[in-house]
């Protein structure tokens, strides 16, 4: 069975931690359950977030702006893409070792297509980065022209467009990987954007994808028997933290558009994990694919239907 596993980037955070010797201790925690999802007998493509790490990089950015040359948002990206690849596939592949199981693991720097049209590029709305004080976001609005917004009473951030995903520029290759048995890192943070000129060149642009909705993409691109989109809780709920709360276990793309319609979901939380995996679910249009929603510690449990929350067709 292929299937796509989508975790957040603070799935390898500990809060108030968050260094490399933790993050690559998380990240041996998190092998311990995808080598189960493999001795399940899934092909596994990973995908990741990596908004904590980015943040972490352009703070550096910021510190040392006096000393060395800054970076762009892409190459943050891609530089985070990169590292989390190598932590994941090393600490995979280790603990799959331990089991007796040899298996090639590889990481691949996406890049992902947007439109430059995209509606999003006039309305940024993604933080990114650190915070700032009122003093030093007018500063970096005026000298370096980013646009910044207050953010939960906490202070100021740098946001950024969100556009959607078109195209995954490695496609090609990430099937081939697949086809041939490997275990793969790809797409992560969403995927570095790039925009396509007239000539056909592509060029980064200052925006982050929703790493959810790459997901789906890559899921029904390569047609994935499941995509599963790992969250803070076990299943989707309905009326969530309150006494009347209801898991939803299996349900079908019909009603699921119907709760959608009647609210119960949170815009900056839950719904945009139900519309990537509605995403998946029309896109791969396939008499049994699902999509799975849950916790990271109960992934396995998850796919044979025993928890999380099942969509499909």
């Known amino acids: 069975m292929k299937c796509v596993i989508a975790i957040g ?25 995808l080598a189960d999802v493999i001795q399940q007998g899934c092909q596994i493509t990973l995908t990741h977030g990596n908004g904590p790490q980015v943040g ?6 910021e510190i040392s702006s006096n000393e060395v040359y800054p970076i762009d948002l892409g190459l943050a990206v891609a530089d985070t893409q990169a590292g989390m690849g190598y932590m994941l596939c090393q600490t995979l592949r280790n603990e799959l070792a ?19 049209d995209d509606p999003a590029f006039g309305r940024p709305t993604k933080p990114v980065g650190s915070f700032f004080s009122a003093e030093a976001a007018e500063h970096h609005r005026s000298e370096h022209g980013w646009d910044v917004m207050e953010d939960a ?3 100021y951030r740098r946001v950024v467009a969100s556009p959607r995903p078109l195209r995954i520029v490695q496609l090609p290759v990430i099937k081939h990987l697949v086809d041939a048995g490997f275990l793969l890192v790809a797409a992560g943070g ?22 959810d909705l790459t997901s789906a993409l890559l899921a029904a691109e390569i047609e994935s ?32 558009e119907g709760l959608i319609r009647e609210g119960p979901f949170a815009e900056g939380s839950m ?19 699902r999509a799975v929603i849950t916790d990271w510690s109960h992934i396995s449990q998850a796919l044979d239907g025993s928890t999380g929350t099942t969509l499909s067709l």
């Open 271 to 289: 719904l945009p994990k139900i519309q990537a995996a509605l995403q998946f679910i029309r896109k791969r249009d396939a008499k049994g694919a």
């Open 98 to 116: 331990h089991r007796g199981i040899d298996r090639p693991c590889v990481a691949i720097v996406t890049t992902v297509e947007v439109d430059r």
């Open 190 to 211: 969403g995927g570095v954007p790039v925009i396509v000129n007239e000539a056909g060149e592509h060029h980064g642009v200052e925006a982050v994808i929703d790493k």
């Open 9 to 33: 980037g603070n799935a390898l955070v500990t809060p108030g931690k968050g260094n490399i010797a933790d993050q690559f201790a998380r990240s041996r925690q998190l092998a311990k359950t």
């Open 225 to 256: 028997d499941a995509l599963v989109l790992v969250t803070g809780v076990e299943s989707v709920y309905i009326n969530y933290n309150r006494p009347e709360q209801e898991a939803l276990r299996n349900v079908t793309v019909d009603q699921l």
């Open 56 to 61: 972490s990089v352009m703070r550096r950015v």
């Open 153 to 155: 009473g906490r202070g």
